[in-house]
């Protein structure tokens, strides 16, 4: 048996925990405004029939109250015509007619207290409706304010579902990216290092060197070109004019003799032949090629 009950309140919390997940508050204060309005309407309904059985046993009363008014008048005629056991009979019937009126007379007091009871609680239930329906709505609407304030919240903070599901695409986007980045740069070092080979390029690994030995060689070369004209130029002082034209005039003199001692140090060229009009013959070409040929 303890095993049972145990069992028992385990399916009840269970079943207690999903019911107040599924729930939502608002569809069950629409339930409840339903059924008062249900209870409402079976009040006024019967209102309406204690109504209408009062108003029955007023039509019967007046009936009954027109009968004996007849048998009244009966009597009276009886007598006028000496029959006295007409008018005797008239008059029990009319007695009896009385008593119905006495026991229609009690029902209706009885109705008119049931209806009046009726009417009374239709009015209280009716102002109770109305308040559950004012209360209804409000509690609504604050519902509503706090369930939206409460996913905008979420939203911020980045906490509902949807953002976190955005979140985590996000996350493995930026892995995939930085995975993807890493294997670019190692796949480059292994390149550049000559374990892996480039087929989009020369597969000679003696031309590379030589390729990459050319290209460091340029970039030293720009580099000193680069300083070269960021160095700054040699102070000189300035001199004037005439010392500049005295000058000037001194380093013509001595390039020109210098010249004239390379003209006096070169060896003399060998005599050439006389020009004359006529033409020399072969032989005398051929003996001339020689002569010019000798030192």
Do not use: C, W
């Not at 369930?147 to 930026?174: C, K, P, W, Y």
């Amino acid at each position: 048996m303890g095993v049972m009950k145990r069992l028992t309140g385990i399916v009840q919390a269970k079943a207690n925990k999903v019911m107040d997940r599924v729930e939502d508050p608002r569809e069950t204060l629409d339930l409840s405004y339903e059924k008062q309005l249900e209870q409402l309407q079976q009040v006024r309904r019967g209102v309406a029939d204690v109504a209408t059985a009062r108003k029955r046993i007023e039509l019967q009363a007046q009936q009954l109250q027109q009968s004996a008014a007849k048998l009244q008048d009966q009597a009276r005629q009886a007598l006028a015509q000496n029959r006295e056991d007409l008018a005797r009979e008239a008059l029990g019937r009319r007695a009896a007619i009385s008593t119905q009126l006495d026991g229609l007379k009690a029902q209706h007091d009885q109705l008119v207290d049931q209806e009046a009871k009726l009417v009374a609680t239709t009015q209280a239930l009716q102002a109770r409706v109305e308040s559950f329906r004012t209360q209804k709505e409000t509690l609504k609407a604050s519902y509503t304010a706090a369930q939206a304030q409460t996913r905008i919240g979420e939203a911020v903070s980045g906490i509902s579902e949807s953002m976190t599901d955005t979140g985590l695409a996000m996350q493995r986007a930026q892995d995939k990216i930085a995975q993807m980045q890493a294997r670019a740069g190692a796949v480059d070092e292994l390149l550049a290092s000559g374990t892996l080979t480039d087929l989009s390029g020369s597969s000679d690994p003696l031309q590379a060197e030589l390729d990459k030995t050319s290209a460091q060689s340029q970039i030293e070369l720009e580099l000193a070109q680069m300083k070269g004209q960021l160095a700054p130029p040699p102070a000189t002082g300035a001199l004037p004019s005439g010392a500049a034209g005295e000058e000037a005039a001194e380093d013509a003199d001595s390039d020109g003799a210098v010249e004239a001692e390379t003209v006096e140090e070169l060896p003399k060229p060998a005599s050439t032949p006389a020009v004359t009009g006529e033409t020399p013959a072969a032989g005398d070409l051929f003996s001339l090629g020689a002569e010019g040929s000798q030192p």
